[in-house]
Every structure is written in C-alpha cells, then in structure tokens.
C-alpha cells in the first residue's frame, strides 16, 4: 500500500484527505507542520508528501528544501499546497525552486486532490506489478 504523508496543521484538512485518499487505497500518514514532516518523512520514507505552506514551528517551503537536500528523503515527491493562487506568487515560485513535484491551491476539491495524486500513482490493472 503506499503511503502519503499530510503535513498541515489543521486537523480538518487531515480529515477531509485522509477520507477521500484511504478510499482509494492510500495509507496515510500525518503531520502538523514542518518540524514533524521532516521527523516523519525520515522515519517512514512516504512514497508522497501533500505539505502545506502556512504552518507553525516550520513552514512548508522551509521543510521542502530541507527534504530535498537530504540525501535518505530527497527522492521523495513533494505537492505543495497553498492558499495563494498567483503563478508568479513567493510561494509558487518558492516551490518551483525548492524542488516541488507539483503545486495546488486551496480550496481543494476532493476530484482535483485525488487526480493529482493519481498522476504519482497509476492506477494498475488486476494482474500487473
């Protein structure tokens, strides 16, 4: 099964991804800000991670380039999530530059978060490994 790592301090948000991602055969993981993301990620070594960016203790963006320069998380893809919507934002240009997979802006529908998922993960058909 493979494993996602949350990491967003609100705890609806962990809510409403954890259901629509556990239906469609994801493990999920959590975390409530940078700090715990890159504990967890180093520990678990998720197969994704969805970061957002605001958050206490460490931001997003500040856990991203942590995880890309370390050599045991680096290959790890990253989707970072943001509120602020402007291609030519900080944030979406900060993670463009801090090694972000992909970028998506809140509010999030439950279709768009499991489709970008699934562009990580295919699904496969019964018989193939």
């Not at 409530?32 to 991670?49: S, Y």
């Not at 963006?61 to 890309?68: D, G, Q, V, W, Y």
Request: charged share 25%.
């Amino acid at each position: 099964m493979r494993k996602i790592l949350i990491v967003d301090d609100d705890p609806v948000v962990h809510m409403l991804y954890k259901r629509h991602l556990e239906q469609e055969g994801f493990e999920l993981l959590k975390a409530r800000n940078g700090v715990e993301a890159l504990t967890v990620a180093g520990e678990t070594k998720p197969d994704l991670i969805l970061m957002d960016v605001m958050m206490p203790a460490k931001d997003g963006l500040s856990a991203l380039r942590e995880l890309k320069q370390n050599e045991a998380t680096r290959h790890i893809p990253v989707i970072v999530i943001t509120a602020n919507v402007s291609e030519y934002s900080t944030s979406t240009q900060e993670a463009k530059i801090g090694g972000a997979e992909g970028l998506l802006t809140k509010p999030l529908s439950p279709a768009k978060l499991v489709a970008e998922v699934r562009r990580f993960f295919p699904r496969q058909a019964p018989g193939d490994t």
